[in-house]
């Protein structure tokens, strides 16, 4: 479905998603944005600037603090047709309303025997590094992926951003998608037509031939440096994102690693419990004969984000942790 | 609005508190804000200038043994609450010499010593947490209340309603301070509000409850010592309505294209220090002399606390791992 548009030009991630966001608007009556302050504010991340203006504040929507609300609100809205997009402009704030999308959103279609179709974005924004201290940093990907009729979405960079958000949007199912407060000013090459990049499907940012760095989110852009620095250990590291959690492309990650012979997966989360167990499972399990060494893992220590800059520079992984990760596998080698 | 015949005067011993109190929140924030722009402090910094009156006058009603728990804007109350401004600063610094060993920051001040029991980033979070604290105090045979502050924001999340209906029907010592700012980051109350008399909120949980100009501190005293005196004997909680005003951005810095400059300048001629200043000079209670030398020594205690902050050390390594559990670190499981 990836349609190869003509013009590109270079621009931010922020915009990639406000773009997103305005042309959606334009091309479907039955799509409308929701969310604190997204409408006359504009967004607290700039992502729905001027929308309000564009399309009357029936379509870009000002709520109340209220997020259980307008969940709830835009599940009974896309149940009779509407594709709301709601942002939850904090990752934290999720546990405010995890009834309505764990409990209702992610359940109705099944429960009620495939008879509800329920087409409902929520975007949200996470990640530490900008010493906003444990309620406002959290990655929390993991508990999404966890739960049946969720889908799960993380994209690195301004194309993607864009591409992923509309393929959400337009997907009959829940989608979360999920975008990293460090990425919001990184520039990238975005074609101005609206296109999509497919849920479900990883993408090989760097190609490599004796180790895979399966990396999310704003993990990707460490491993790339991380590879550039493992060059000079004599490897040729490729790097996969996934883009997509849920439903996940083990098959690229598989084909990957049964080429290199070793792997390691890398994000911003919490490691215990973090979505990189279950890759690394699935590698065991899709390609253990092919493995020289045990598939590492690279994420957050076992705590909530601290404030203290200081110790926050230590918590959030970065190149270093990753180089150090990689070598430590090495050294392990069989 | 209190009545003026439960209205005593205060004296003069009171009035300079009241007048040291706010002057030393306004002055710490102004402090806070420039190490700010400095770059001393990261993450968010929501200045609660304007707004000291509220719990100034309203903390005055309290003894030690009393709590207090507020949002991410509470600098201010936990200094009224008898908070060190060395321990306060440190922590917006990020030392580990602050009130939360620099892993809080300027929305997670907390010291048990003072009754100071919190300040939370999640709106609403703190509100059930208080009716907890009013709860505990009974059970354990103490008369000891609790006070809660909240944005106007904060009432239209289902935590409210949830804390409001608790403490009524376990008749808990809680007084809900409702700071109705007139906003809620960027969304003006009437954008969100089905009934913008916040206090009537109060009225179908049976709760008694009233208005209260936030901008004057004698107003704001009134009404606690009365509300106090309710709750404390057994009556049940009690909620006021706070009139007043955010002078400042909703954190350091925002475009404020949400209201106008008049109605910013409006609202600054109502400051309560200059308003409580003029009211001594009249009553005679103090002179401009005794006044600025009032100022003086609260720059002291200001500048002491900046140097004591900037001095103090960052956090340990090992604080990374700390404080998840009691009795062990988290660090081996990473
Ligand atoms: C559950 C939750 N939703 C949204 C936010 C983002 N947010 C932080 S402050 C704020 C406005 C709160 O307004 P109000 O309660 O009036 O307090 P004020 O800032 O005016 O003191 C919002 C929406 C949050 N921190 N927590
Ligand atoms: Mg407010």
């Known amino acids: ?334 | 609005m209190v009545d003026s015949i439960t209205r005593q005067s205060p004296s003069r011993e009171q009035f300079v508190t009241f007048y040291r109190q706010m002057q030393l929140i306004r002055r710490f924030e102004e402090a806070a804000a420039l190490s700010y722009q400095r770059r001393k402090i990261g993450g968010f910094l929501h200045l609660y200038i304007g707004e000291e009156a509220v719990a100034t006058g309203m903390i005055a009603a309290l003894r030690p043994s009393d709590t207090v728990v507020a949002s991410y804007r509470e600098h201010g109350h936990a200094l009224a609450k008898g908070m060190d401004p060395k321990a306060a600063m440190a922590e917006l610094y990020g030392k580990v010499t602050g009130c939360s060993r620099g892993k809080g920051g300027s929305m997670h001040l907390f010291d048990t010593s003072i009754g100071f029991l919190g300040g939370y980033a999640i709106v609403a979070g703190q509100m059930p947490i208080a009716v907890g604290l009013g709860l505990a105090a009974v059970q354990a045979g103490r008369d000891d209340v609790t006070m809660c502050f909240f944005g106007d924001g904060a009432v239209n999340e289902g935590e409210f309603h949830e804390a409001l209906n608790l403490a009524k029907i376990w008749n808990t010592p809680v007084i809900f301070v409702c700071e109705n700012n007139l906003y809620g980051m960027g969304t003006a109350l009437a954008r969100a509000h089905a009934v913008q008399e916040i206090y009537r909120r109060a009225e179908v949980f049976n709760i008694p409850s009233e208005r209260a100009d936030g901008m004057d501190v004698l107003a704001m005293y009134d009404v606690a010592r009365k509300a106090v005196e309710h709750a404390r004997s057994g009556n049940g909680p009690y909620f006021i309505e706070a009139m007043t005003y955010r002078f400042r951005a909703h954190s350091m810095a925002d475009p404020e294209l949400y209201r106008t400059k008049e109605e910013v300048a409006r609202w600054r001629q109502r400051d309560p220090i200059p308003r409580l200043r003029a009211q001594m000079i009249e009553q005679g209670l103090a002179t401009e002399a005794d006044l600025n030398a009032m100022d003086a020594v609260v720059d002291r205690q200001v500048e002491e606390a900046v140097r004591f902050a900037e001095e103090s050390p960052e956090p340990p390594v090992e604080d990374l791992w700390r404080h998840v559990y009691v009795g062990y670190d988290s660090k081996d499981m990473t």
Not at chain 1, 197 to 209: D, H, N, S
Request: proline share 6%; hydrophobic share 45%.
């Open chain 1, 1 to 334: 479905m990836t349609t190869t548009a003509q013009r590109t030009r270079t621009t931010s991630y922020v915009n990639a998603i406000l773009e997103a966001q305005r042309q959606l608007l334009t091309a479907d009556p039955n799509v409308f944005l929701c969310g604190e302050d997204v409408a006359l504010y504009g967004g607290v991340f700039g992502t729905s600037r001027g929308l309000m203006a564009e399309f009357g504040p029936q379509r870009v929507v000002d709520t109340p603090i209220s997020e259980s609300g307008i969940v709830g609100m835009a599940i009974g809205a896309a149940a009779t047709g509407l594709r709301p997009v709601v942002e939850i402009m904090f990752m934290d704030f999720v546990g405010v309303c995890m009834d309505q999308i764990v409990n209702q959103l992610a359940k109705m279609r099944y429960m009620f025997g495939g008879k509800a179709t329920l087409p409902v974005t929520i975007r949200t924004m996470a990640g530490g590094g900008r010493n906003m201290a444990a309620q406002h940093s959290q990655s929390l990907e993991a508990w999404f992926c966890h739960v049946p009729g969720l889908k799960v979405v993380m994209p690195s960079n301004p194309y993607d951003a864009k591409g992923l958000l509309v393929a959400a949007v337009r997907d009959d199912d829940p989608v979360l998608v999920i975008d990293n407060k460090m990425q919001l000013g990184m520039q990238g090459e975005v074609p101005e037509d609206l296109y999509e990049v497919p849920l479900g499907k990883a993408r090989v940012v760097r190609e490599g031939t004796n180790f895979t760095i399966v990396a999310t989110s704003r993990m990707v852009q460490e491993a790339l440096a991380a590879a550039e620095q493992l060059g000079a250990d004599g490897l040729n590291v490729e790097v996969v994102d996934p883009r997509t959690l849920q439903p996940l492309d083990i098959e690229t990650i598989a084909t990957s690693v049964r080429k290199t012979h070793r792997a390691l997966v890398a994000h911003e989360a919490v490691r215990f419990g973090g979505i990189g167990g279950e890759i690394v499972a699935q590698i065991q399990e899709e390609a253990f004969d092919y493995l020289d060494a045990p598939v590492g893992r690279v994420g957050a220590p076992f705590s909530p984000v601290p404030f203290s800059p200081a110790l926050e520079a230590l918590y959030v992984p970065n190149r270093d942790t990753i180089v150090t990760e990689v070598r430590r596998i090495l050294g392990k080698q069989v």
